[in-house]
Each structure stands twice: as structure tokens, then as C-alpha cells.
């Protein structure tokens, strides 16, 4: 299973962006998406997750900020970020094929990982 991320950039406080996630390799339904992020010398942190029967689960800041979606069709899940703050700077990993029982923003709990894109915003 492979996951490949877009959409990052350089957004204003305040200001919105819009992520991609394109999964190959096993069908879309059946697996679970989660964005992570993290910025240097920090662990990596859940931050939106979307289970393969449509569960979401969210991290408490993004809560009413971001919001995740999947397009089964494209293979491809979302994460539209609203609001942004600087402190949301940070590079965001796409991950999939979660461990069964794990929780979905786990961040030990997923075995594929995309190579993370860069979303920086200013204040």
C-alpha cells in the first residue's frame, strides 16, 4: 500500500489549504487514512483521521478547523485546513493500512507512510 501527499504551501494566519492523499495498492473502502505532522525535534502527532467504514476522529485543536474526507472513487483522501495558525507550521504525513485495534490517530499504528508535505503559515 502507498500513499502520496499534495497540496502544501505557504498560507497567511488565518488563511486555509486544501490536502491531498492518493492511495494505491489495496481497495480505498477497506482502509483506514489518517494525517499526522511534525516539525523538528518533536514527536509526530495525529492530527485528522478517516476510518474505512467512515469513522472520523480529530485532534482537540483541529477540531471545528479541519475537517477530513475520502473519495473512494479517486482513492483519495482530503484534509481541508481552515483557519490555519502558525502554529499549524509544521510537515504533514499522509498514513494508511492500519494495525487492526489500533486507534486511528495512532501514530505507531500505521505500516505505509507518504513522504510528507511542508504547510507553513505565518503570522
Known amino acids: 500500500v502507498q500513499a502520496v501527499e499534495s497540496g502544501g504551501g505557504s498560507v497567511q494566519s488565518g488563511g486555509s489549504l486544501a490536502l491531498s492523499c492518493v492511495v494505491s495498492g489495496f481497495p480505498f473502502r477497506r482502509l483506514s487514512v489518517s494525517w499526522f505532522r511534525q516539525v523538528p525535534g518533536k514527536e509526530r502527532e495525529g492530527v485528522a483521521g478517516l476510518s474505512g467504514e467512515g469513522t472520523t476522529a480529530y485532534a482537540e485543536d483541529a477540531k471545528g478547523r479541519f475537517s477530513i474526507s475520502g473519495d473512494a472513487a479517486k482513492s483519495t483522501a482530503y484534509l481541508q485546513m481552515n483557519m490555519l495558525k502558525p502554529e499549524d507550521t509544521a510537515k504533514y504525513y499522509c498514513?494508511?493500512?492500519?494495525?487492526?485495534?489500533?486507534?486511528?490517530?495512532?501514530?505507531?499504528?500505521?505500516?505505509?507512510w507518504g513522504q510528507g508535505t511542508q504547510v507553513t503559515v505565518s503570522s
Open positions: 498514513a494508511t493500512d492500519r494495525v487492526p485495534g489500533c486507534p486511528l490517530l495512532g501514530p505507531r499504528c500505521y505500516r505505509s
